[in-house]
């Protein structure tokens, strides 16, 4: 009868709504076809850079849960095309070839001295030709000053690009900072292209980013500082370091919880990660190698935050130790290493009884974990009351120490600020404490003592085990070795 199907009802026309070739629909397919070839949306893990399809709870690459988040990308440009944007110094495309290792020219390892020794120092003696150098930390940290009075100091030409500040800005901390004779240029952009394009006719020894989120390439559409963006223009700018030559380096936000913002993919790319830290509330930082292509990761540069810029600390146990000459009980000097580098820091301690049932521990700059188990050792064996008594323990300057050689210091300060007796403020201390009390050998004892003869000091306290190779004649610092606790407390306060 009339319930015929479609297939009988279109047989003779031929407007067929379900056929893909048909002409009224062909072109609205097209045109939705053409937009979804351009807009690409992917899911990006914010820690390690692995995309997904869809998003996820967690990351399959590297474990971490939340991280991943929504992207789109518009206008891929291909590869190719991308490395045609700027040439290499002669006008030419650089095609990468191999090359036999004795013909490479070991010049290309030159190094750039720069007048800030610290700064020498983390990066392993200057900065080396066509590196990519990272500098992370926190806002408002000092970053932009350090990089900006190098710049100023340096007598090379400089590409000092920001993102973030007005040429008036970085004119008025110039200004601020002294020095106005270098050969320094600004450039207030963020297009990634623009920058290399101005790099390559300007030809600077040193170019300089503030920051590396605030880039975006022009090949893909996603906002500044979004994963794929900070991976994009790190990789545009370390492929023109390592063509050119010239030595790059980025500025680099970070999260809360202290990493780099971005993938770990940049950490990857770049040469060498530092790492600018302090306490916002004392002036002092600190700049620390996390990664180095080109040198050791054991090194630490130390500045000083003044109304004219950044100082450098050449000695910073001047900062750490402090400055009475009373001796007050519950107060020591603890000779700890930060990476390759002694100082003495002062460590303080306050024992006073419990006004609450449970007493209270509080540890600045100190693992919390750590005094605990320091206190349990002095109770269990040394017959120390502090279950009755709050703790609060401080390192001076608002330093974090994690070098476990500070835990005698820390142990003397204790049982000082407890019997309220001074330990003397020549005699100094560097040893680790285990579990059963006893002192136990730590790295690098003799530097501990040069340093602490250097500052003038004239006992030093540490492990029975760790005197070999030490001559007590070659320092006028008398040498005190103890392997218990009990020792220490015998030769100390009794
Ligand atoms: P800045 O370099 O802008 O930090 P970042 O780039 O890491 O965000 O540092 C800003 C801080 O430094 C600000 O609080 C003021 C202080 N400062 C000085 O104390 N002295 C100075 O000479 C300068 C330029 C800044
Ligand atoms: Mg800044």
Same mark, same amino acid.
């Given at each position: 009868?009339?319930?015929?199907?479609?297939?009988?009802?279109?047989?003779?026309?031929?407007?067929?709504?379900?056929?893909?070739?048909?002409?009224?629909?062909?072109h /609205? +397919?097209k #045109? /939705?076809?053409?937009?979804?070839?351009?807009? +690409?949306?992917?899911?990006?893990?914010?820690?390690?850079g692995?995309?997904?399809?869809?998003?996820?709870?967690?990351?399959?690459?590297?474990?971490?849960?939340?991280?991943i988040?929504?992207?789109?990308?518009?206008?891929?440009?291909?590869?190719?095309?991308?490395?045609?944007?700027?040439?290499?110094?002669?006008?030419?495309?650089?095609?990468?070839?191999?090359?036999? &290792?004795?013909? =490479?020219?070991?010049?290309?390892?030159?190094? &750039?001295v720069?007048?800030?020794?610290?700064?020498?120092?983390?990066?392993?003696?200057?900065?080396?030709?066509?590196?990519l150098?990272?500098?992370?930390?926190?806002?408002?940290?000092?970053? #932009?000053?350090?990089?900006?009075q $190098?710049?100023?100091?340096?007598?090379?030409?400089? &590409?000092?690009?920001?993102?973030?500040?007005?040429?008036?800005?970085?004119?008025?901390?110039?200004?601020?900072l002294?020095?106005?004779?270098?050969?320094?240029?600004?450039?207030?952009?963020?297009?990634?292209?623009?920058?290399?394009?101005?790099?390559?006719i300007?030809?600077?020894?040193?170019?300089?980013?503030d920051?590396?989120?605030t880039?975006?390439?022009?090949?893909?559409e996603?906002?500044?500082?979004? =994963? #794929?963006?900070?991976?994009?223009?790190a990789?545009?700018?370390?492929?023109?370091?390592?063509?050119?030559?010239?030595?790059?380096?980025?500025? %680099?936000?970070?999260?809360?919880? %202290?990493?780099?913002?971005?993938?770990?993919?940049?950490?990857?790319?770049?040469?060498?990660?530092?790492?600018?830290?302090?306490?916002?509330?004392?002036?002092?930082?600190?700049?620390?190698? &996390? /990664?180095?292509r080109?040198?050791?990761?054991?090194e630490?540069?130390?500045?000083?935050?003044?109304?004219?810029?950044?100082?450098?600390?050449?000695?910073?146990s001047?900062l750490?130790?402090?400055?009475?000459?009373?001796?007050?009980?519950?107060?020591?000097?603890?000779?700890?290493?930060?990476?390759?580098r002694?100082?003495?820091?002062?460590?303080?301690?306050?024992?006073?009884?419990? =006004?609450?049932g449970?007493?209270?521990?509080?540890?600045?700059? *100190?693992? $919390?974990?750590?005094?605990?188990?320091?206190?349990?050792?002095?109770?269990k064996?040394?017959?120390?009351?502090?279950?009755?008594?709050?703790v609060?323990?401080?390192?001076?300057?608002?330093?974090?120490?994690?070098?476990?050689?500070?835990?005698?210091?820390?142990?003397?300060?204790?049982?000082?600020?407890?019997?309220?007796?001074a330990?003397?403020?020549?005699?100094? *201390?560097a040893?680790?404490?285990?579990?059963?009390?006893?002192?136990?050998? =730590?790295?690098?004892?003799?530097?501990?003592i040069?340093?602490?003869?250097? $500052?003038?000091?004239k006992?030093?306290?540490?492990?029975?085990?760790?005197t070999?190779?030490?001559d007590?004649?070659?320092?006028?610092?008398?040498l005190?070795?103890?392997?218990?606790?009990?020792?220490?407390?015998?030769?100390?306060?009794?």
């Amino acid at each position: 009868m009339l319930f015929l199907g479609p297939h009988i009802l279109f047989r003779t026309n031929q407007w067929n709504p379900w056929r893909a070739d048909n002409k009224l629909n062909s072109h /609205k +397919k097209k #045109s /939705k076809k053409n937009i979804l070839a351009k807009i +690409k949306k992917v899911f990006i893990c914010s820690n390690c850079g692995s995309s997904y399809p869809k998003w996820m709870g967690k990351c399959n690459a590297c474990g971490e849960w939340n991280t991943i988040q929504e992207e789109v990308i518009v206008k891929e440009t291909k590869p190719e095309q991308r490395t045609r944007i700027w040439k290499g110094p002669d006008g030419k495309l650089k095609e990468p070839k191999p090359v036999a &290792l004795p013909e =490479v020219k070991a010049g290309t390892t030159h190094r &750039l001295v720069t007048p800030d020794s610290e700064l020498n120092r983390v990066l392993g003696g200057g900065i080396v030709s066509g590196s990519l150098v990272l500098i992370g930390g926190q806002p408002g940290i000092g970053k #932009s000053t350090l990089l900006l009075q $190098l710049a100023l100091n340096l007598k090379a030409k400089i &590409l000092y690009v920001s993102g973030e500040e007005s040429e008036e800005q970085i004119k008025m901390r110039a200004d601020r900072l002294g020095n106005l004779q270098s050969d320094c240029y600004l450039l207030t952009e963020t297009n990634s292209s623009k920058i290399l394009n101005h790099a390559q006719i300007l030809e600077p020894d040193l170019i300089i980013i503030d920051s590396i989120q605030t880039l975006s390439s022009p090949h893909i559409e996603s906002t500044p500082g979004s =994963v #794929s963006q900070v991976r994009e223009c790190a990789g545009d700018l370390q492929r023109f370091a390592k063509e050119t030559n010239i030595p790059i380096f980025l500025i %680099g936000h970070i999260t809360k919880d %202290g990493a780099i913002a971005g993938p770990k993919l940049l950490e990857h790319i770049v040469d060498t990660v530092l790492q600018f830290e302090g306490d916002r509330n004392y002036t002092y930082r600190i700049l620390r190698t &996390l /990664k180095n292509r080109f040198g050791s990761t054991d090194e630490l540069g130390i500045y000083e935050m003044q109304a004219n810029g950044l100082r450098q600390v050449s000695n910073p146990s001047e900062l750490l130790l402090s400055q009475t000459d009373e001796e007050l009980s519950g107060s020591t000097a603890a000779a700890t290493m930060e990476g390759m580098r002694p100082m003495l820091i002062e460590t303080q301690a306050l024992v006073t009884t419990a =006004v609450y049932g449970t007493p209270q521990r509080t540890a600045t700059g *100190f693992d $919390l974990r750590r005094l605990s188990m320091l206190l349990a050792v002095l109770e269990k064996r040394g017959g120390f009351p502090f279950a009755q008594n709050d703790v609060f323990l401080n390192l001076a300057g608002g330093i974090r120490v994690d070098d476990p050689a500070i835990d005698l210091g820390i142990v003397a300060a204790l049982i000082s600020s407890l019997q309220d007796v001074a330990v003397p403020s020549n005699v100094c *201390f560097a040893g680790e404490v285990g579990l059963s009390g006893e002192i136990r050998a =730590v790295n690098r004892i003799e530097q501990r003592i040069q340093e602490a003869d250097r $500052l003038g000091f004239k006992q030093i306290y540490f492990s029975k085990y760790n005197t070999k190779g030490l001559d007590p004649k070659r320092y006028n610092i008398e040498l005190k070795t103890v392997g218990k606790m009990e020792e220490l407390y015998k030769a100390l306060f009794e």
